[in-house]
C-alpha cells in the first residue's frame, strides 16, 4: 500500500463568534513515520482576531522526548509585508538521532481573541504560498531524522465569521422599531379599507 500523505490540520475548521470571545485553536500532524523536526506557519487577520499565547501542550508529537521549542510571540508584529496579514512560526526539534512516527499528533495550540467584526481564514504558509517577512520567508516543513526537508502535505484551514452581537439594549430598540413600523402598516391598511368603502359607497 502507498504511504498517506501528510496533513496539517487545523480546528476548529469553522466557527461563528461574536468580539470579545475566545477560542483554542489545534494544529495536528498525521502520518509523518520519521519525525525529527518541524516548523509550522500560520496566518490571519490580525484586525479580527488577536493571538494572545501559543504553547506545545503535554501530549503534542515530541512527548517524553525532551525536546527543544521555540514560537515567535511577537504578537503586535507588523505582518506579512505582501498581503499584510499576521503571521506566528512555531517549531520544534529532538536532539541526536531521535525521531518519532506520528499518526495523528498536535503539534501546538494557540489561543485568539476576537477584537473585530468581519471574516478571516486561518492558513497553513506553505512554501509556495509562505508569510513575507523583512528578513525573507517563512513556511511549514518537516524534518526526518536525516534533516531532509518535507514540505508536502495536504493542508486544511480554519474559517472563523465574526458578527456583532445583539445586547438587550439593542434588541429591545430593534424590537420596537419593528413594533412600530408594525403598527404604521396596520393604520395604512386600516385607512385604504376605509377610502375603499367610501368610494364603493359613493359609487353606488
Known sequence: LAASTPQILISPSSANLTVGQTFTMTINLTDFPNLFLYQVVFKYNGAVLNLTNLWFPDD?????????????NDTEAAGD????????????TLLGNAFVSVSNGVLCEANFTVVGVGQTTIEIATK?????????????????????ESDNFGINTSSIVVVPEFTPIVLVMTLA???????????KCALLRER???YTDHAT
Open 196 to 198: 375603499r368603502t367610501v
Open 60 to 72: 503534542n508529537v515530541f512527548s517524553g522526548q525532551n525536546p527543544v521549542s521555540v514560537w515567535s
Open 177 to 187: 422599531i419593528l413594533g412600530a413600523a408594525v403598527l404604521i402598516t396596520r393604520k
Open 128 to 148: 509556495n504560498d509562505p508569510a513575507h517577512g523583512e528578513g525573507g520567508t517563512w513556511y511549514t516543513f518537516c524534518e526526518d531524522q536525516s534533516e531532509a
Open 81 to 92: 509585508v505582501v498581503d499584510h496579514l499576521n503571521y506566528t512560526v512555531a517549531g520544534s
